[in-house]
């Protein structure tokens, strides 16, 4: 089975400052699909950025992008020039095809003004 | 972009009824939906997956029985807590998957269920 493993439960960047968030991930497959998915307070999920596995050039949305390390299985989340909107829990998910999505713990990031 | 509409997004009950948690999807026609379960502090836990005009698959250790599913059609699909206790009372979230939009998943804005 697929597991996904964020080591880090809370993180914490000075505003303005940049953070990397972790996260490995397990599984057999060559083909599939990594996501980073951000919940504010509000509890609404949002996508933050996501990978296909084949392809090799790390994913990028404006102040996100992402390392990722197919070998290593490692899928890290860099946040430049952090804001105090990006404080939320931020989780790492795997997903196959059109399979389920398959979440990490999370990993609540505090952005200090 | 795609929206999904959860309802509601809180509801207070007695132990012992039922409630019906409704995921819309308003924009888009959605094949296949997903209904979660979030503990305080926790990760997402996928309880079942459900596609338009088929019973919904559980995980297992899900009751089917306790937590009914319908799709009856490609813009809804219900969650029926059914004799709620206080150990169900949590964080209900679906997420939903468009018929061209294969790659994407769009979540609703979650029901806060808490069973007295």
Same mark, same amino acid.
């Given at each position: 089975a697929q597991t996904v493993t964020q080591s880090q439960p809370e993180m914490s960047v000075q505003e303005a400052e940049t953070v990397t968030l %972790?996260?490995?991930y397990d599984t057999s497959e %060559?083909?599939?699909?990594l996501f980073w998915y951000k919940q504010p307070p509000s509890r609404q999920m949002i996508l933050v950025i996501r990978q296909e596995a084949y392809k090799q050039q790390n994913a990028t949305e404006n102040r996100f992008s992402v390392n990722f390390q197919k070998a290593a299985k490692s899928f890290s989340l860099k946040i430049s020039d952090s804001q105090l909107g990006d404080a939320a829990m931020y989780f790492c998910a795997y997903r196959r095809g059109n399979e389920k999505l398959t979440f990490g713990t999370g990993t609540r990031l505090t952005i200090i003004p | 972009g795609a929206v999904v509409s959860q309802h509601p997004s809180w509801v207070i009950c007695k132990s012992g009824t039922s409630v019906k948690i409704e995921c819309r999807s308003l924009d888009f026609q959605a094949t296949t939906m997903f209904w979660y379960r979030q503990f305080p502090k926790q990760s997402?836990?996928?309880?079942?997956?459900?596609?338009?005009?088929s019973k919904a698959t559980y995980e297992q250790g899900v009751e089917k029985d306790k937590f009914l599913i319908n799709h009856a059609s490609l813009t809804l699909s219900t969650l029926t807590v059914t004799s709620a206790h206080p150990e169900d009372s949590s964080f209900y979230i679906c997420s939903a998957r468009g018929v061209s939009g294969a790659n994407v998943l769009t979540f609703g804005a979650g029901s806060r269920l808490t069973v007295l």
């Amino acid at each position: 089975a697929q597991t996904v493993t964020q080591s880090q439960p809370e993180m914490s960047v000075q505003e303005a400052e940049t953070v990397t968030l %972790s996260c490995t991930y397990d599984t057999s497959e %060559s083909d599939y699909y990594l996501f980073w998915y951000k919940q504010p307070p509000s509890r609404q999920m949002i996508l933050v950025i996501r990978q296909e596995a084949y392809k090799q050039q790390n994913a990028t949305e404006n102040r996100f992008s992402v390392n990722f390390q197919k070998a290593a299985k490692s899928f890290s989340l860099k946040i430049s020039d952090s804001q105090l909107g990006d404080a939320a829990m931020y989780f790492c998910a795997y997903r196959r095809g059109n399979e389920k999505l398959t979440f990490g713990t999370g990993t609540r990031l505090t952005i200090i003004p | 972009g795609a929206v999904v509409s959860q309802h509601p997004s809180w509801v207070i009950c007695k132990s012992g009824t039922s409630v019906k948690i409704e995921c819309r999807s308003l924009d888009f026609q959605a094949t296949t939906m997903f209904w979660y379960r979030q503990f305080p502090k926790q990760s997402l836990m996928l309880m079942a997956t459900s596609n338009e005009g088929s019973k919904a698959t559980y995980e297992q250790g899900v009751e089917k029985d306790k937590f009914l599913i319908n799709h009856a059609s490609l813009t809804l699909s219900t969650l029926t807590v059914t004799s709620a206790h206080p150990e169900d009372s949590s964080f209900y979230i679906c997420s939903a998957r468009g018929v061209s939009g294969a790659n994407v998943l769009t979540f609703g804005a979650g029901s806060r269920l808490t069973v007295l």
